[in-house]
């Protein structure tokens, strides 16, 4: 059974910071890439950051050296330090792999992130 379990989420002032965690189980960590979602009432679910099982990073525009997506495959966690924080970053924040052997796409339960003064 696949579990992506994400933590870190709050409320914090416009320029703060916050730290996403997602612990995954289930799959073989290493192997996959992951990524971090974010959704907002009323809007499409976009894509964040990615980072793949070599390490290599990519981000949406909006979030590009502010943001930084980093894996500890010893723990089965990836990361999303959020730096800069906006109150356009408010949203409700996904982990999410697409398993490299069953090809299943799979989604954490979300965390929220405030950002409001």
């Known amino acids: 059974q696949v579990q992506l379990v994400e933590s870190g989420g709050g409320l914090v002032q416009p320029g703060g910071s916050l730290r996403l965690s997602c612990a995954a189980s289930?799959?073989?960590?290493?192997?996959?890439?992951m990524n971090w979602y974010r959704q907002d009432p009323g809007k499409k679910r976009e894509l964040v950051a990615g980072?793949?099982?070599?390490?290599?990073?990519n981000y949406a525009d909006s979030v590009k050296g502010r943001f930084t997506i980093s894996r500890d495959n010893a723990k089965n966690t990836v990361y999303l330090q959020m730096n800069s924080l906006k109150v356009e970053d408010t949203a409700v924040y996904y982990c999410?792999?697409?398993?490299?052997?069953?090809?299943?796409?799979?989604w954490g339960q979300g965390t929220q992130v405030t950002v409001s003064s």
């Open positions: 289930g799959i073989i960590f290493s192997i996959n890439g």
């Open positions: 980072i793949t099982n070599g390490g290599s990073t």
């Open positions: 999410n792999v697409m398993d490299i052997i069953t090809r299943k796409d799979y």
